[in-house]
C-alpha cells in the first residue's frame, strides 16, 4: 500500500530521545513511504549521520508566532502556532503529528503519537515553587527554560488544559504502558498502539568495564533528578560519573559537582555522535537514569544492549522492559542509589552476570521493530480509511444554477427591457417566457433529467423589501411539479443579497426554512439540506458584521459559497470555518484562459487542505461566457467578458479538468440552465438547439461510472446499501 504520509513535528533539531526515535523511524520508512517532514527549526547534520536520504524525505520548515516570552508567550507556542502551521501543510494521505502540541493541528485522517502530555500542565505543575511572582518552565524539546509571571501563567496553563483535554485525537498511539495510563487519566482515552523504542544492538558486547564508573545519557533537567546520582556519588569514598547531554541545567550541575568536591571524578561531554558515544559505553561499568516520570527513557535500553547492569527508580516506562536480573530498581533516595552502585562497582562478576541479562532482555526491542509496529498502524489506518471512503463515498452530483426571474406580458423582464442587465441575444427554442408559467416550469423538469441532472440550484434575490413574489411564485410551481413528475430531480436555493439589509436577509432565510427545507424534492446532502450564497458586495458586509448570529442561524445546513475570486489560504479564516464548500459562480472570469484551470484546481484543492472535515468538494464548469451586450459600468471595467464555445470545446475542456481532479468532487454545478444575459446557458435556444443538453448527458454518465451511493439518500439507507455492498 502506497502511503503519502505528513508528518508533523514542532522541531527536529537535538539529539534528544524523541528526536532519536523519529529519526530512526525515517530510516526505515523512507523507502516505503512518500514522506514530508513539516517543522520549526530543522538540522540536516541528523539526517546525514542517521542515512535519510533528502530526496526521499521532504522537509518543509514551518513558520512560529514570535511573541512576549514573559507573559502570553506559552499560549502563541502551544496554540497559537498550531493554528498558523495548518495553512502552511500540505494534502497528505495520512498525517503522523509526532509530539505535543501537534495534536491540535487539525488534520485528517491522523495519528497522534504522545510520548508524553505537556508534562508541566498535567504534574510538573505541583513541583513549581510558590513563593516567588515569576516562574520558570521547560517545553520540549527547547532547550532553555522560559520565565513567566506565575498569575498569568496560571491563567494560561488553564486555558491550554481546556484546550488539550478537548483536542479531536482520531488515532492515539505511545511508547509505554505507563505513559498510555497517563494519557488516559488525561484524554479518558487508551491508545491504539504502544509502540516501544528501540535500540540498535552492537554487534560486539564487551560487557561492564571493571572501572568503577557509571554513565547517564540524557537532557539535563530538573525532572531528570540527576542531582540525586551526584549526591550518591559523593557518599562513595570511590567510583566515577560521566554524564553525556546538555541542557538548561548544565551550569547548575557543573556548580553542584564543585560543591560536592567531585571535579575530578564527574565528565561532562555533550553533542557526541553514534560512534563516539558508542565506545563510551564500551568503557564504564554500569547505566544510571532517575528520572522523574519517564515516558519510557531509551538509555538504559541502551546500556542493556552494551551488556551493561543499569541502576534506576521506579519511574519510567523502561521498567516494562528491565526487571531485577539486569537492573537495581530503587527509590530515589541517594543512600540507595550508593548502595547500588557499590554493589556493581565491587562485585565484578554480578555486573557481568546481570549486564548478559539486560542484554538477553532487550534483544526483541529494536528500531526495525519500532517501524514496523507504526507502519502496520499506518496501513491499518489507512485500509479502514479506504474501507470507510468506499462504503461511504457517495457518487458526485450534478446540477446547474437555475434563474426564476424571467416574465413576460404586462410586466417583461430580463428579456431585453433594460440593457444594463437584460440583455438576451441568443432566445430559448421556445422564445421569451416567464417562469411561473407552469407549462415552462414541467418543461425545464424534464429537461433536467434529460440532461440527467441531479439537482438545480434556484437563485433567489434578496433586497430591502425581501424575496421577489413573482420568483416565489415559480419557485412554488418548481416544487409542486417537481414532487410530481422529477422525483430523481432535487432542488435548492441560492441567496443572493441585493443591497439587502440584515433583518431582510434573515426573515428570508426563515421564510425559506419553515416551507421548504424539508419539502420532500429539497437537496439534502447526506441528511443535511444544502444552502448556497452568492458572495456580493452586500453579502460580504452583513456576513462579517453579523457572523455570529449568521452562523447560528444557518449551521443546520451544508452551507456553500458561489464567489467570484479564487479560495486562497490568504483569506479571511471565517470563510473556511463557514462555509462547508467553496465554488467559482464564473469561472472562466478569473483569469486569462491559459491560467484558468490551474487556478480552478489550486481554488478547489486550498479550500479542501485547509477545511479537512466537513468539507463538500464543489466545481464548477460552464459551456462560455460573453457579457459583452450588457452596458452596466461596472461590467465594462471587467477584463475578461467573453469566452468563446468554440462548439462545446470550452464545455468539455472544464469537464476534463473537473474528471482529472485528485479528489473527486462530491458537487459538479454548471453555470447555468437558463442564465441568458451572460450566454452560459444549456437549455436549448436558437443557436444551439439542444447541443449542450446532450452534452450534459454524456458528461454525467462519465461522473455515474465513477461509483458511490447517492448522498441524497438517508444515513440508514445508505448504510444499508454498503453493507451489501461488502
Not at 516501544?196 to 572501572?211: F, K, Q, R, S, T
Not at 537492573?327 to 540507595?336: E, G, M, N, S
Not at 436555493?493 to 436577509?505: R, Y
Request: charged residues 25%; contains cysteine.
Amino acid at each position: 500500500m502506497s502511503i503519502n504520509l505528513g508528518i508533523i513535528t514542532e522541531r527536529l533539531q537535538n539529539y534528544g530521545g524523541s528526536e532519536i526515535y523519529l529519526l530512526e523511524c525515517l530510516r526505515r520508512w523512507q523507502d516505503e513511504l512518500e514522506i514530508v517532514v513539516y517543522t520549526t527549526q530543522f538540522n540536516p547534520e541528523l539526517f546525514r549521520e542517521y542515512g535519510i536520504d533528502e530526496d526521499k524525505v521532504g522537509v518543509r520548515k514551518l513558520d512560529q508566532i514570535r511573541s512576549d516570552k514573559t507573559r502570553f508567550g506559552l499560549l502563541d507556542e502551544l496554540v497559537v502556532n498550531p493554528r498558523v502551521w495548518e495553512r502552511q501543510i500540505g494534502q497528505h494521505d495520512l498525517y503522523f503529528q509526532y509530539l505535543f502540541p501537534t495534536q491540535l493541528v487539525r488534520k485528517s485522517p491522523s495519528i497522534w503519537f504522545a510520548a508524553e502530555p505537556l508534562r508541566m500542565l498535567y504534574d510538573l505543575r505541583h513541583h513549581k515553587s510558590t513563593d516567588s511572582a515569576m516562574i520558570s518552565y521547560h517545553v520540549y524539546p527547547r532547550m532553555e527554560y522560559s520565565t513567566a509571571v506565575k498569575s498569568d501563567f496560571d491563567v494560561v496553563l488553564q486555558l491550554i488544559e481546556e484546550l488539550d483535554r478537548n483536542s479531536e485525537i482520531e488515532t492515539l498511539a505511545t511508547n509505554s504502558r505507563m505513559m498510555d495510563g497517563y494519557l488516559e487519566t488525561v484524554y479518558g482515552r487508551r491508545a491504539e498502539m504502544i509502540a516501544y523504542p528501540g535500540i540498535n544492538l552492537p554487534e560486539v558486547v564487551d560487557g561492564p568495564a571493571d572501572n568503577r564508573t557509571a554513565l547517564y545519557v540524557g537532557r539535563f533537567w530538573r525532572h531528570k533528578r540527576i542531582e540525586l546520582i551526584l549526591d550518591a556519588l559523593a557518599m562513595l569514598d570511590d567510583g566515577n560519573l560521566i554524564l553525556v547531554g546538555d541542557g538548561a541545567e548544565a551550569e547548575s550541575l557543573k556548580e553542584h559537582v564543585r560543591d560536592l568536591g567531585l571535579t575530578e571524578r564527574v565528565q561532562f561531554y555533550k553533542n557526541l555522535d553514534n560512534a563516539k558515544l558508542d565506545q563510551i559505553f564500551r568503557n564504564v561499568t554500569c547505566g544510571i537514569y532517575t528520572p522523574v516520570r519517564e515516558p519510557f527513557g531509551i538509555m538504559p535500553l541502551e546500556a542493556a544492549s552494551h551488556g551493561l547492569p543499569v541502576v534506576v527508580t521506579p519511574d519510567g516506562g523502561y521498567t516494562e522492559v528491565l526487571d531485577a536480573s539486569c537492573a537495581h530498581i530503587v527509590p530515589p533516595r541517594p543512600d540507595l542509589i550508593a548502595e547500588a552502585l557499590e554493589s556493581l562497582f565491587s562485585n565484578h562478576e554480578l555486573a557481568q552476570q546481570m549486564g548478559a541479562a539486560g542484554r538477553k532482555k532487550v534483544e526483541n526491542f529494536t528500531w526495525d521493530h519500532t517501524a514496523d509496529n507504526l507502519l502496520h498502524l499506518f496501513k491499518r489506518k489507512m485500509t479502514r480509511q479506504k474501507l470507510h471512503r468506499w462504503n461511504r463515498q457517495c457518487r458526485p452530483l450534478l446540477g446547474a444554477h437555475y434563474y426564476p426571474w424571467y416574465g413576460i406580458g404586462d410586466e417583461v423582464r430580463h428579456w431585453n427591457e433594460n440593457t444594463d442587465y437584460a440583455t438576451v441575444e441568443d432566445l430559448p427554442l421556445q422564445g421569451p417566457y416567464s417562469s411561473d408559467d407552469e407549462a415552462i416550469v414541467a418543461r425545464h423538469l424534464e429537461l433536467a433529467e434529460q440532461g440527467e441532472l441531479d439537482y438545480l440550484v434556484i437563485n433567489l434575490q434578496v433586497s430591502e423589501t425581501g424575496l421577489d413574489l413573482r420568483e416565489l411564485r415559480a419557485v412554488q410551481c418548481l416544487f409542486d411539479i417537481a414532487a410530481k413528475t422529477a422525483p430523481d430531480l432535487s432542488l435548492c436555493f441560492m441567496v443572493t443579497c441585493d443591497k439587502a439589509d440584515s433583518s431582510s436577509i434573515d426573515e428570508a432565510l426563515a421564510w425559506l426554512e419553515e416551507n421548504y427545507f424539508e419539502h420532500p424534492s429539497y437537496l439534502r446532502f447526506d441528511n443535511r439540506p444544502v444552502l448556497w450564497f452568492f458572495i456580493t458586495e452586500s453579502f460580504i458586509g452583513h456576513f462579517f458584521y453579523n457572523y455570529v448570529r449568521f452562523d447560528k442561524a444557518t449551521s443546520n445546513y451544508h452551507r456553500i459559497a458561489a464567489s467570484g475570486f479564487c479560495f486562497s489560504k490568504c483569506l479571511p479564516k471565517q470563510y473556511s470555518e463557514f462555509f462547508d464548500g467553496w465554488s467559482l459562480y464564473s469561472p472562466l472570469q478569473i483569469a486569462d484562459p491559459a491560467e484558468c484551470e490551474r487556478l480552478w484546481q489550486s481554488s478547489y484543492q486550498e479550500f479542501k487542505e485547509i477545511k479537512t472535515r466537513d468539507t463538500l468538494g464543489v466545481f464548477t464548469i460552464c459551456p462560455g461566457f460573453d457579457d459583452t451586450g450588457l452596458t452596466q459600468a461596472l461590467r465594462k471595467n471587467t477584463t475578461y467578458r467573453k469566452i468563446e464555445r468554440d462548439e462545446t470545446a470550452t464545455y468539455t475542456k472544464m469537464q476534463s479538468a473537473c474528471l482529472a481532479l485528485r479528489n473527486r468532487p462530491d458537487l459538479v454545478i454548471i453555470n447555468s440552465f437558463n442564465e441568458f444575459h451572460e450566454n452560459t446557458h444549456i437549455e436549448p435556444s436558437e443557436e444551439f438547439g439542444d447541443t449542450y443538453i446532450e452534452a450534459t448527458r454524456k458528461f454525467s454518465q462519465q461522473l455515474r461510472k465513477s461509483g458511490g451511493w447517492d448522498p441524497r439518500e438517508t444515513n440508514e439507507l445508505s448504510d444499508e446499501s454498503n453493507m451489501s455492498a461488502v
